[in-house]
């Protein structure tokens, strides 16, 4: 149980595009989901927190208007790169929690973006 | 200071070995304790989950809690080259609070 499904597992995408990221729950209802990026090498840096029908918190650093994240369903939320750039390259992450879960987090298996 | 100190590695131990990995952290109002395991290009998978000091013992992994050094450890005995990985520390101050993650130690099990 408590499965996170993400989508796509890697996209290439031309500089000055945006690309849409997936995150599901199967199995449970997850009220708050995790979004993280992950550079080569590097452990996972928190993004944004969202809770389900509600605005996204960003961590401090991270541009909201550049990576608009929504979460408009118990199971589903959606991490936007607009309009992006080499440096947007990245492993990215979600992770959700809820009712249902597991003790922990359950992660999604990550989407690598690379942005040429 | 960092919220959470992890040793990057990498680890590498023979086929058998017990295998230790650390993390201190420097916040006393964190609660939850995690370790996950992550292959290359993988999201994590959660590997050991806890609460309270103490040790936690699930087949071949063993979380050790101990909040008054705000130390924690994961021991995993008869290390086989499948786990061969990174492994990450994670703590949080509730079970729905962001979790904040060590920087990860590169394990290799050599065969």
């Known amino acids: 149980g408590a499965v996170v499904s993400q989508h796509p597992s890697r996209v290439i995408c031309k500089s000055g595009t945006s690309v849409k990221i997936e995150c599901r729950s199967l199995?449970?209802?997850?009220?708050?989901m995790f979004w993280y990026r992950q550079f080569p090498k590097q452990s996972l840096m928190l993004m944004a927190t969202?809770?389900?029908?509600?605005?996204?918190?960003?961590e401090q650093g991270v541009e909201k208007d550049k990576f608009l994240i929504n979460h408009a369903s118990l199971t589903l939320s959606t991490l936007t790169v607009t309009s992006a750039h080499p440096e947007d390259s990245s492993f990215y992450i979600c992770?959700?929690?809820?009712?249902?879960?597991?003790?922990?987090?359950?992660f999604g298996s990550g989407t690598r973006l690379t942005v040429v | 200071q960092k919220e959470v100190e992890q040793d990057p590695g990498p680890l590498s131990v023979p086929e058998g070995a017990i295998v230790s990995l650390n993390c201190t952290y420097s916040n006393s109002a964190f609660q939850y304790f995690m370790w996950y395991r992550q292959y290359s290009r993988k999201g994590p998978e959660l590997l050991m989950y806890?609460?309270?000091?103490g040790n936690k013992e699930d087949g071949r992994f063993t979380a050790q809690v101990d909040k008054s050094s705000k130390y924690i450890s994961l021991f995993i005995r008869d290390s086989q080259p499948s786990d061969s990985a990174t492994y990450l520390c994670a703590i949080s101050m509730d079970s729905s609070y962001k979790l904040i993650f060590g920087s990860g130690t590169r394990l290799l099990v050599r065969p």
């Open positions: 199995d449970f209802q997850a009220t708050t």
């Open positions: 992770s959700a929690s809820g009712q249902g879960a597991r003790d922990g987090y359950t």
């Open positions: 969202s809770n389900e029908g509600s605005k996204a918190t960003y």
């Open positions: 806890t609460y309270s000091s």
